[in-house]
């Protein structure tokens, strides 16, 4: 049974900075892309950043060029560096991997507070 542990999250002040981690293990599917998405207060759950498993990133017109999603060394742990953020950033983050047809790996786990607050 896949296990996904989303964690870095916290309080942080406007222009501060932020990583957040995806550690994956028990999965019987190869990761061949990943995604970080987040759920603000009230709003539905949206998409942040994508790898690719060549490597190719794309990102959201609100975070590009703030955040930064990459692999570790470490095949199935995935992070989020999250720069200059901004109160609009304060959602539950959380991670999904898809499977070579594009199909979601697992389920939505409990994802991690991030608060961006003076």
């Known amino acids: 049974q896949v296990q996904v542990v989303e964690s870095g999250g916290g309080l942080v002040q406007p222009g501060g900075s932020l990583s957040l981690s995806c550690a994956v293990s028990?999965?019987?599917?190869?990761?061949?892309?990943m995604g970080w998405y987040r759920q603000g207060p009230g709003n539905q759950r949206e998409w942040v950043a994508t790898?690719?498993?060549?490597?190719?990133?794309n990102y959201a017109n609100s975070v590009k060029g703030r955040f930064t999603i990459f692999r570790a060394n470490a095949k199935d742990t995935f992070y989020l560096q999250m720069n200059r953020v901004q109160p609009e950033d304060t959602a539950v983050y959380y991670c999904?991997?898809?499977?070579?047809?594009?199909?979601?790996?697992?389920?939505w786990g409990q994802g991690t507070q991030v608060t961006v607050s003076s």
């Open positions: 999904q991997g898809y499977t070579q047809g594009g199909n979601q790996i697992w389920n």
């Open positions: 028990g999965s019987s599917f190869t990761i061949y892309a």
């Open positions: 790898l690719s498993n060549t490597g190719t990133t």
